[in-house]
């Protein structure tokens, strides 16, 4: 992941990691992913709102573990061999905080470019159309560039 | 990295030198008589006039040399320090201050201004008589051809970076000295320490000078050194005569010169006072009667020998200890698992070694509370003067220690609180007669260890709050619907709203309705609490309650369904077996401990374990100052070295977690926080009374 790249190509294109919830492929801005690591035991968090049910421990860092299928309405799967957790930096109130998102499956880091990049249809939609950036195009299927700071907010 | 900016070093040296000198001229503001307070006081100014011209800040060194010879007069007992002297003392006080930290933003019309006041006052009350000791301070010079020294040093008086032989050089500026070293204090060469000072030296100083000048020259090295000084005679002194000592003890300058044998019947014996005219071939050895004990203690602290360190290394090293105790935590879960004997001995080694550097560590990083009081004594004293209304001013618990981080965190809290309880609380002279209270207003700032907790309490001894008054700020605002039930408790509440203020007018200090509602936030994010208590006409406390530390704490590991939690070991009185009585009673929510009705949570519930619940369910009673709440859990598993790490902005809802902390498998923990678990078990307790009673 070169941020420089990613940076100067902004304009035309955009580096994204490539996630698959459920059925769904989600296209996360590569610059907020730090690390993927492999799924951790969790500890659950009683009382905490249902999309950031746990939190985890990452190198020393307690971050909470966010799940984005229960934002989207899609079923848990357990883990599998797949499952990993992409730990990405939003900001919150102005001040950086690490959050580990749940996948079922990542893909591989690529580019998708502007020129690919739909409209978000008013219709025809079950999710909220505030926690979706954009949809675009990526090898003849639709992915979905979620707006991270909207969901975990 | 060590490499610091000299004028750096100067600015922090200085700000250390300001609140000594701040303070004791409040002191003096309150005990005229009290000469220690004008030593210290002056040995301030000296070192800020000294370190100012050595590091280049030349207009400090002169305006500071200026303030001083002002000074020098109230030194000598000439003149009384008057409450407007102190004014302006601390007025040039604050223009020095500028001058070291803005020096562009300063004007030299001000700097002047200061100065001819405080000459104004220096020189106005000059009294018609010399005070009584000031011929005792400077001994008849005509009789005197000199002086006869006897100087010795602290052996390590070498490696703080002074040299005796430019003391020695100093003390020959003076005039014309005799100088001879006295070599018997020095050992074979095998049991020499290179970096040791051996020598002592008999100094005889002809020149006519007082023994102020003198003194001057050994002022920064006073407590590291033994003088022994003597006026020279026309006839030669037998032996020096040990007249005031400095040690670390009392390094106070004697005041009085005593005469040496043959000038026993010369004046100055005459005037001295009654104990040196009874004996006088004792060689009197005159001390000062002793300083009060707040004196004392300051002066303690001067001889243990402190170092200065960036707070940022504190705050890396105490990371670094964190990690320390979660790796710990690993290596004593592994030795248990395995049977391998030596490995358990080293894991409870190492367990030890860091539970004590742990200590350490966090020792370290507490400061006493009372560097923060001491701010807080200008503001009253300014907000007084400004506001017309004399406050005095009461601190205890200046010793209370705290970790330092949140004692910076406090300051803006308590200096919020503290004008609320002038400019709101303490009623004007008038009416304060009117009540019949006295004309002073009394604020007292204390603070106390409580359990786990520190309190820090303000009161004040005025009007209380206005309850109907906030009521009805409250519904002109919609805060609440006219004529809703609201008990005094949650009326107060209003007053952290943001944006509200009751008072009439806004002045220049306060009733913008800014600052209460930041001083809540502060505290909270400190994970503290704040408390209003108010007596209507009899005055207000505000109480902070602040958990010790931010880093690391001794915890209770437990065990509730597959979860386990932390809950901090200062706030567990004792843990029981819940009882199958007490199980059947599944309705009453609490147990019976000796006697005592006890509520308690079941913390399955609360947690929503799965799995069945262990047959045994142990209770942890925990308390926060009075209250004692039960806690069920599945499992006790034991002390756990708990390294906090705060929840982030996503779990900011959760209110009875304080924290998280990573066990020695590596899997996270949550802290379980007191004072929200007691109060929910009280309200849940108070309901069920209430539904009981109905």
Redesign the interface.
């Known amino acids: 992941m070169n941020g420089g790249l990613a940076g100067e190509q902004q304009s035309s294109a955009m580096q994204v990691v490539m996630i698959g919830l459920g059925e769904e492929k989600f296209a996360l801005d590569a610059g907020l992913v730090r690390e993927i690591i492999d799924p951790v035991p969790v500890t659950q968090v009683a009382g905490a709102r249902a999309f950031v049910p746990s939190v985890i421990n990452v190198r020393g860092n307690v971050i909470p573990l966010a799940d984005l299928r229960i934002r989207f309405g899609m079923p848990q799967l357990d883990n599998s061999a797949d499952t990993r957790i992409v730990v990405i930096e939003i900001e919150i109130d102005n001040e950086p905080v690490l959050v580990g998102v749940t996948a079922d499956k990542v893909y591989e880091v690529t580019e998708i470019s502007q020129a690919d990049v739909q409209q978000t249809p008013r219709v025809g939609m079950h999710w909220k159309p505030e926690f979706i950036r954009f949809i675009a195009k990526w090898r003849e299927e639709f992915v979905i560039v979620p707006n991270m700071e909207r969901i975990l907010n | 990295m060590s490499a610091m900016d000299p004028a750096e070093v100067f600015r922090q040296e200085a700000s250390e030198l300001f609140e000594v000198l701040e303070g004791a001229l409040l002191d003096l503001g309150q005990c005229p008589d009290d000469r220690e307070l004008v030593d210290s006081a002056f040995r301030a100014l000296h070192t800020i006039k000294g370190s100012g011209a050595m590091f280049g800040f030349d207009k400090v060194a002169s305006f500071t040399h200026e303030f001083e010879t002002a000074f020098d007069r109230v030194r000598k007992g000439e003149i009384k320090p008057t409450q407007e002297l102190i004014s302006v003392a601390l007025a040039a006080k604050d223009y020095i201050r500028a001058l070291i930290e803005d020096p562009q933003s300063t004007d030299d019309i001000i700097g002047e201004a200061i100065l001819d006041d405080l000459k104004r006052f220096v020189s106005a009350d000059k009294p018609a008589a010399p005070v009584v000791e000031a011929p005792l301070l400077s001994p008849p010079e005509s009789k005197q051809a000199g002086w006869h020294l006897y100087l010795e040093f602290d052996s390590h008086i070498l490696r703080n970076g002074s040299n005796p032989l430019d003391l020695l050089e100093d003390l020959c500026k003076l005039g014309p000295c005799f100088v001879v070293p006295v070599t018997d204090g020095i050992p074979f060469l095998d049991e020499m320490e290179p970096e040791d000072c051996y020598l002592k030296w008999d100094v005889k100083l002809h020149a006519a000078c007082t023994k102020d000048a003198i003194d001057d020259v050994f002022m920064f090295v006073q407590d590291e050194m033994k003088l022994t000084l003597s006026p020279l005679q026309r006839v030669e002194a037998l032996a020096p005569v040990p007249l005031f000592q400095l040690s670390e003890e009392e390094p106070v300058i004697a005041e009085m010169a005593a005469p040496v044998v043959e000038a026993v019947a010369e004046q100055p014996v005459a005037r001295a006072k009654p104990q040196s005219e009874a004996k006088p071939e004792t060689k009197p050895e005159i001390k000062r009667e002793a300083a009060p004990a707040r004196r004392e203690d300051g002066k303690q602290e001067r001889g243990i020998a402190t170092v200065r360190v960036q707070a940022e290394r504190l705050d890396e090293l105490m990371d670094r200890v964190g990690?320390l105790v979660?790796a710990q935590a690993r290596l004593t879960q592994l030795a248990a698992s395995g049977s391998d004997l030596s490995i358990k001995m080293i894991a409870e080694e190492i367990e030890r070694l860091a539970s004590s550097l742990r200590d350490t560590t966090m020792g370290a990083r507490m400061v006493p509370i009372g560097s923060l009081f001491g701010r807080f004594r200008r503001l009253v004293h300014d907000l007084s003067r400004d506001l017309s209304k004399p406050v005095e001013f009461v601190t205890s618990g200046e010793d209370t220690e705290l970790d330092k981080t949140m004692i910076e965190c406090l300051a803006d809290p308590l200096v919020h609180l503290i004008r609320n309880a002038i400019d709101h609380g303490i009623e004007d002279t008038a009416t304060r007669a009117a009540n019949g209270k006295t004309d002073q207003g009394r604020i007292e700032l204390a603070a106390v260890h409580s359990g786990a907790q520190v309190l820090v309490t303000v009161k004040d001894n005025g009007g209380g709050l206005n309850t109907a008054r906030i009521r009805a700020k409250a519904e002109e605002q919609g805060l609440i619907a006219a004529g809703a039930v609201l008990t005094d408790h949650e009326i107060h509440q209003f007053l952290f709203h943001p944006g509200f203020s009751t008072a009439q007018t806004i002045s220049a200090l306060s009733g913008r309705g800014v600052g209460m509602d930041v001083v809540k936030r502060t505290i909270e994010n400190m994970r503290g609490s704040i408390d209003l208590s108010t007596r209507p006409g009899q005055g207000t406390t505000v109480t902070l309650r602040l958990p010790l530390t931010l880093a690391i704490i001794e915890g209770l590991l437990i065990r509730v369904g597959e979860?386990r939690y932390i809950i901090p070991l200062s706030a567990v009185e004792e843990c029981v077996e819940l009882t199958a009585e007490d199980e059947r009673s599944r309705g009453r929510n609490f147990l019976n401990v000796r006697g005592n009705l006890v509520p308690f949570l079941r913390l399955r519930e609360?947690?929503?374990a799965s799995g069945a619940p262990d047959q045994h369910q142990k209770t942890i009673i925990i308390s926060t100052g009075e209250t004692r709440v039960g806690l069920v859990a599945d499992q006790i598993i034991g002390n756990h070295q708990t390294v906090i790490?705060s929840?982030?902005?996503?779990?900011s809802?959760?209110?009875?977690?304080s924290g998280?902390?990573?066990l020695g498998?590596?899997?996270?923990?949550?802290i379980l926080d007191v004072a929200q678990l007691v109060s929910l078990a009280q309200s849940k307790f108070e309901k069920q009374h209430i539904n009981e009673a109905a």
């Open positions: 990690e979660i979860g609360l947690m929503a790490k929840l982030s902005k996503l779990h809802d959760v209110t009875i977690f998280a902390t990573i498998d590596g899997t996270a923990a949550l």
